[in-house]
């Protein structure tokens, strides 16, 4: 096997980068692929929360790459997928404690028996982001229907055109196709004008997301979950898989459900 | 291998105002670099946290060369931030990796007035979409077959035309030519400078047509419909 190395990015913090990497990374288990997810955010860790992993926690990134542990030591093994692992960040370290070549060494060791690597970045342009990008294979930016976030996603693409990482591709996280009928958020055609890159995904908002992060079960394993879904076609398209976009005018399912009993619409 | 009196004369460090300047003399790139991060290791506590700049001469470095060694430099906590280039290219690569490529001192040949640097012949050519947060200087005209997104500046001494949509920031006759003009397919810019004068910003428009932005009689900024007639 030689894994694919995907960085999730952003730019902009709260866009749902952490979300995006344990739903991608829980889909592709479900597919019964051999993830293993980075933490990539030394100091201000929360993919081991999202993931239900925090109490698992021995060594991190920084024990491996200071020499305290094998890598394996801190390949945390999820407790509902046994392909699925997690290399926690040190809280209590920063971004400087981990340089571009170790990451490069940590996914290289990596590569020989897994399927796909994917890396959290830490939100903004510095040490920590150039960490996270130097060993992609193909990097993901996550971004908002917000024009503060628009503008992050797009430095951040500017960044990898310049140092040549390939064509990043995007996850519009959080559209809510009712703000965009009525003009109120930016639509999926207004941010891909702008960026000028494939688009991988369109996730709606969900409240779901925000439940399943508190209990560290994402929001991929509701197999109701509208956002859910969004997350498992993007884990299809990364396997190489041609999936349809959703619709996401249908007003079907458990979404609208709600919306007729509290009579919103 | 190379000797210490070597490295000394490859590469010289002075402190400057804006931190340090490394000023590279003729070598293979590969030989100052070595030189460099030499010179670091063997005082890594004067040069822990410090701000470099680093005049390359006409050097032409690639992206990956800028990178490693920004990446070097990283590792011993040094931050590079701007990089002085002969080379038009290596100015560009610079540019486009967020770095300066100006200090504040500006260099003898640059106070030359823009009557002499602006020729109509030569231009700046870039064939892509100017993102936000990246700055193009350039002592004469630009063309961009690309858009300028909200965030990003381009700045002539010279005209610009825009083969694409404008909506950051774009300056042309920088360095006071009033004569200077700036057009594009689509004028929705954040903001226009000319010489010294200052547009508003200009609104969206639904159904966008190239425009033509210049100085008119009576001194004020304006933009009209671009025909080329």
């Given at each position: 096997m030689t894994a694919q190395v995907i960085t999730v990015t952003s730019g902009?913090?709260?866009?749902g980068k952490t979300t995006a990497v344990a739903n991608l990374a829980t889909a592709l288990a479900m597919d019964g692929k051999r993830v293993v997810c980075i933490?990539?955010?030394?100091?201000?860790?929360?993919l081991d929360v999202v993931m239900g992993l925090?109490?698992?926690?021995?060594?991190d990134i920084v024990d491996v790459i200071e020499g305290r542990c094998k890598l394996k030591q801190a390949m945390i093994r999820d407790k509902k997928y046994p392909e699925m692992y997690l290399i926690p960040a040190a809280?209590?370290?920063?971004?400087?404690?981990?340089s571009p070549s170790d990451m490069v060494r940590i996914c290289n060791d990596l590569?020989?028996?897994?399927d796909f690597v994917i890396i959290d970045s830490p939100a903004g342009i510095e040490r920590g982001f150039r960490n996270a990008i130097a060993a992609a294979d193909r990097v993901l930016v996550v971004t908002n229907p917000e024009v503060s976030a628009v503008r992050d996603a797009d430095r951040v693409v500017g960044i990898l055109e310049a140092e040549e990482k390939g064509n990043p591709s995007l996850i519009l996280n959080r559209l809510n196709p009712t703000l965009v009928k009525n003009n109120d958020m930016l639509s999926a055609e207004d941010v891909l004008d702008l960026l000028g890159i494939q688009l991988i995904g369109i996730v709606p908002e969900d409240e779901n997301v925000i439940i399943g992060s508190n209990k560290g079960?994402?929001?991929?394993?509701?197999?109701?979950s509208r956002a859910g879904q969004a997350f498992r076609n993007i884990a299809k398209r990364l396997q190489g898989q041609d999936v349809p976009f959703m619709d996401?005018?249908?007003?079907?399912?458990?979404w609208s459900a709600i919306q007729k009993l509290t009579g919103r619409k | 291998m190379i000797t210490m009196e070597q490295v000394t004369s490859i590469v010289q460090i002075k402190g400057i105002r804006d931190g340090l300047l490394a000023t590279f003399s003729d070598a293979a790139w590969e030989d100052q670099r070595t030189a460099l991060i030499l010179q670091i290791d063997e005082k890594p506590a004067f040069f822990q946290g410090a701000r470099l700049a680093m005049d390359v001469g006409n050097q032409v470095l690639k992206v990956n060369d800028l990178v490693e060694l920004r990446d070097q430099l990283s590792e011993r906590n040094v931050a590079l931030w701007a990089v002085i280039s002969e080379s038009p290219m290596t100015e560009q690569t610079s540019q486009l990796l967020g770095?300066?490529?100006?200090?504040?001192?500006?260099?003898?040949?640059?106070?030359?007035?823009f009557a002499d640097t602006i020729?109509?012949?030569t231009a700046l050519f870039i064939s892509k979409t100017i993102r936000s947060g990246t700055r193009i200087e350039y002592p004469g005209n630009i063309v961009i077959i690309g858009d300028v997104n909200p965030g990003a500046e381009v700045i002539a001494e010279g005209n610009v035309v825009v083969w694409g949509r404008v909506r950051g920031v774009i300056h042309a006759g920088?360095?006071?030519?009033?004569?200077a003009f700036i057009c594009a397919l689509?004028?929705?810019?954040n903001q226009l400078r000319i010489a010294d004068e200052v547009s508003a910003m200009l609104k969206p428009q639904k159904d966008p047509r190239p425009e033509i932005a210049s100085i008119n009689e009576a001194g004020k900024l304006q933009a009209e419909l671009w025909n080329v007639s």
């Open positions: 902009k913090g709260g866009v933490d990539g955010d030394i100091g201000l860790r929360n925090e109490n698992r926690i021995v060594y809280q209590t370290r920063d971004k400087n404690a981990v590569k020989s028996d897994s079960a994402p929001v991929v394993t509701d197999a109701k996401l005018d249908s007003q079907s399912g458990l | 770095l300066a490529t100006r200090i504040s001192k500006p260099r003898p040949e640059e106070q030359r007035s020729s109509d012949e920088a360095k006071g030519n009033r004569n689509d004028l929705s810019a």
